[in-house]
């Protein structure tokens, strides 16, 4: 039975509508005011039925920064238009009509854990100023959606939509940076293609841009192996993935596609032992049409360890330094740039970005926060793994999860040389993880918390909060 003090979804409706209604007819003092009032009675009652699709509309908007592909779509900002809608959902899901309960798991505590140690260090922080503005810009927004997220898809259908909206989203990144690099825009050290970067995008670095491209490769190629019609979008959604991530020319992307490929077939098919000595072939014939030998930075040209790789050398070792100098709570998040002139072994006149999402977190975080990512990854990786080998999943189940699978994988390899550890691909993945899991185990995953299952309008209630 639902909670008594939970509204029914058709008196919760009514109340939105008899409520927008009433503020429609109170302002008709000018017709301006009116359209108004019908506008927020839509506005509400939108925001009642398609909930959840909100939360995952901003958080793809804000992992694949959408609205930084055109200067165009810049005065908008829509993510702070989408910010305010979501917290205006979840306070609606979570204390109004109470459809959707807080549950935790075990990374949960881990990550909440985390985010404690990120604040105080913020706190703490020698660049006050950065830390703030990157924990209250970024941070808290992608640990409160990797929860909400969790919280609110509740059916089978939900997960595999988002699934194809990371898809989608992906193939309007890839088509935009394939367009780049055919027409020559956007390009830096002569042949890596970027987006935005004339304009301040995020994705104007070519290894960010490598990492965006990357998050939604998992569910494209694990969807393109499964059977059915829809795997043919997939695959050429994939194919354009790949193009763009070997036009990014980055070591760290070729390396998350690696992961993914080698994860997902490892985990479907009964292959001999012989042909993953094939693996490192894969990565050398991708290195080489990426044309990674082509690069002013990092390329054949330069002899012995080139300078690309002692640059990520020299980052590491004062990220060492800084963890060590601040074990518990590191420099403070987005303080390693600035404090990289203080902890470097080697200063060649600039501060370098670390280029690596163990080295930030331990720079950024601690060792403190360095042991409590590392066992939020290793939980996410054996929770995905128990998942899968369950027997009783459907077809549709094991692709999605091998999905979420291989690109929790991918994220551990391709993070040793991307920074990627305070952004969204790791958390949405977590998210989809975590509502699996709670489709798939219809019973209270923490004592203490209460989990709602959506099963013929009726709740399954856990111990009370």
């Known amino acids: ?121 913020m706190l703490l922080a020698s660049n006050r100023g950065l830390a703030m503005g990157y924990w209250s810009g970024s941070w808290i927004k992608v640990v409160l959606m990797c929860f909400a997220i969790s919280w609110l898809l509740k059916t089978q259908k939900q997960i595999v939509q988002t699934g194809w909206l990371i898809i989608a989203a992906g193939a309007v990144v890839s088509l935009c940076a394939l367009y780049n690099s055919v027409n020559g825009l956007e390009v830096v050290e002569g042949t890596r293609v970027t987006i935005g970067r004339s304009w301040g995008s995020m994705l104007g670095d070519p290894n960010d841009l490598a990492l965006v491209l990357l998050f939604p490769v998992s569910f494209a190629f694990n969807r393109a192996l499964a059977q059915g ?107 390693f740039y600035v404090n990289y002139y203080f902890h ?21 975080a601690g060792v403190l926060g360095l042991i409590l990512f590392v066992s939020f990854v290793i939980g996410l990786i054996r929770r995905s793994y128990s998942l899968i080998a369950r027997g009783s999943l459907t077809d549709e189940q094991r692709v999605w999860l091998l999905a979420i699978h291989s690109g929790i994988a991918s994220f551990a390899v391709s993070g040793t040389f991307l920074t990627q550890a305070f952004t969204w691909p790791l958390y949405i993945l977590a998210a989809l993880l975590w509502a699996y899991h709670r489709i798939l185990t219809p019973t209270p995953v923490t004592p203490g918390y209460s989990v709602s299952i959506s099963c013929d309008n009726q709740s399954k209630r856990g111990d009370s909060l």
């Open 1 to 121: 039975m639902m909670h008594s003090g939970a509204l029914q979804p058709t008196s919760a409706f009514l109340l939105l509508l008899i409520t927008a209604l009433m503020m429609a007819l109170a302002m008709t003092v000018h017709p301006v005011v009116l359209l108004a009032g019908w506008a927020v009675a839509i506005a509400m009652i939108a925001l009642w039925r398609y909930s959840v699709w909100m939360c995952v509309a901003f958080a793809l908007l804000s992992a694949f920064r959408l609205h930084e592909l055109t200067p165009a779509l810049l005065p908008l900002r829509l993510p702070q238009l989408f910010a305010m809608a979501t917290l205006a959902v979840l306070m609606w899901q979570l204390a109004v009509t109470r459809q959707s309960r807080p549950f935790l798991v075990g990374e949960g505590k881990i990550l909440l854990a985390l985010f404690a140690v990120t604040t105080v260090g």
């Open 229 to 335: 019609p829809a795997r043919w979008p997939a695959l050429l959604v994939l194919c354009a993935l790949v193009a763009a991530v070997l036009a990014t020319q980055s070591r760290g992307g070729l390396l998350g596609i690696c992961a993914v490929v080698g994860i997902s077939v490892f985990s479907r098919y009964r292959l001999p032992k012989w042909v993953w000595l094939l693996m490192p072939v894969l990565l050398m014939l991708l290195l080489s049409v990426a044309g990674v030998a082509e690069r002013q930075s990092g390329g054949a040209a330069e002899s012995g360890i080139d300078e690309s790789a002692m640059g990520r050398i020299y980052a590491w070792q004062a990220a060492i330094s800084m963890g060590l100098s601040h074990p518990l709570f590191g420099v403070g998040l987005d303080n």
């Open 344 to 364: 470097s072994p080697h200063w060649d006149g600039k501060n370098h970005a670390v280029h690596s999402s163990w080295f930030q977190v331990l720079a950024e």
